[in-house]
């Protein structure tokens, strides 16, 4: 039997051809048919959850700002930041599913899980109705602790092959340097989330290993892979 093609989420948007996190990533990626979305997340300083993955705004915006330490007015100001509702509702509109990674180490610890929670309970009722999927994903150990307590899919992201063996999410989130040595027999019913495929040696091995998701800059480029098989 041929493997089960991964399903695509694309990381950060489109971000190959957009610029990463940006409400026209995303909304490219829904153009390049990604069945789902990848963000990073984190808090403020006056606690609103955006998608950013850097703790500064240097490399993204050429801006001095650091993200814990800015208000989002002040963020904003300087760059068009997506609010993580300003995702969530993309997402549900366009029936697209979520990987939300929350960054580690900050200042504020836990808080980022428990507003993500409480916003994620808010919107409960379209999310469903939506029929998508939420997956909370961290390399912190104590954020997929944190997390896994709630109803949502846990993913644990690993860099390394021996974290597989210690992993506290209901799903592995392996690289994909590291997927090469990852054994589905060793992992369980542990649904594997991958990242990040870009180039055709890279889709196909997710393919190959039969991963439940696979996360890529470049969603259109991933698909035409896939179906080339």
Known sequence: MAPT????????GASFDHPEMSLEAYLAAVEQGADGFETDLRLTKNGVIICWHDPDMKRVADCDLVIAESTYAELVAAYPVLRLTELLNLAIHHKKNLALETKHP??????????????????????ESAEISISIMSFSWLAIARVRRSSWNSVFLIAHRWFALFNPGD????????????????????????????????????KEKAVDVMMTDRPAFARAILEAQ
Do not use: D, M
Request: charged share 25%; net charge positive.
């Open 5 to 12: 093609k991964p399903l695509i989420y694309a990381h950060r």
């Open 106 to 127: 900050v200042p504020t610890r836990g808080e980022v899980e428990r507003e993500l929670l409480k916003v994620l309970e808010s919107y409960r009722t379209q999310i």
């Open 171 to 206: 799903s592995i989130g392996p690289s994909v340097a590291a997927l090469k040595s990852v054994h589905r027999k060793r992992i369980g019913h542990r649904k594997v989330f991958v990242w990040t495929a870009n180039t055709p040696e890279q889709i196909l091995l997710c």
